[in-house]
């Protein structure tokens, strides 16, 4: 079983519709949370880091449930722009201390 | 300000031939990494550098080797390629290794 899963997509959703992306993780011991985006053939980058009690940054709302082990990003008024592969990314506190990613959620936003 | 800068950004050889991969970053991070990226596998840690002079194996090491060279440059070596390399790596930098990673622009090798 992979520690971090994402459900591959692809979504497909028009423009103005609200869509959200679930990401489950398999170490209880996860501390740290992130969403990164990355577009066709171009690198990750990072979209916003998830806290224990949720957070909001314009259009993009992240969650985090520790007891069910899975943090979601929902996004509002999906904008074409938004068409990308959205990677969850998960920090494991011991050993190595290092990101894990999922293998990232693509979304399609059309006209 | 260029970021991460990873050469090249393509590559082919043949099976056996060796290669290095060349990244540096300029944002006096301390900690650098190397990830291949797979079609449905995400990225997957090879080898990453806490600090100067240090170096520690990732999830998927095996035919690698890493050299931190200073505190800007982390370069990735294959002695052996194989076709199973075929991969896309992307370098990565960040100021602690719970932080925000800054990647490259990735570099596209294929082993044939």
């Known amino acids: 079983r992979k520690e971090v899963e994402q459900d591959p997509g692809p979504f497909n959703v028009p423009e103005g519709a609200t869509v959200a992306f679930n990401c489950t993780y398999s170490n209880s011991a996860s501390q740290s949370f992130f969403w990164y985006r990355q577009d066709c053939r171009k690198e990750p980058k990072l979209l916003m880091s998830v806290y224990s009690s949720g957070n909001e940054d314009g259009r993009f709302t992240a969650q985090l449930n520790r007891a069910s082990q899975y943090i979601s990003l929902l996004i509002r008024d999906s904008k074409l722009s938004d068409s990308a592969t959205y990677l969850c990314v998960v920090n494991e506190r011991g050993a190595g201390n290092m990101l894990t990613f999922g293998g990232g959620t693509r979304l399609m936003v059309k006209p | 300000n260029a970021g991460v800068t990873q050469t090249p950004k393509f590559q082919v050889l043949k099976t056996g031939q060796s290669m290095t991969l060349q990244c540096a970053q300029d944002?006096?991070?301390?900690?650098m990494y190397w990830y291949r990226q797979d079609p449905g596998m995400g990225l997957r840690l090879i080898y990453y550098s806490a600090s100067e002079g240090t170096t520690d194996k990732g999830e998927v090491p095996n035919g690698y080797n890493v050299s931190r060279l200073n505190k800007r440059e982390f370069s990735l070596r294959l002695e052996s390629a194989a076709p199973s390399q075929t991969s896309v790596y992307f370098c990565a930098s960040s100021e602690t290794r719970t932080g925000e990673l800054f990647f490259g622009e990735g570099s596209r090798l294929t082993v044939l």
């Open positions: 944002m006096n991070h301390n900690s």
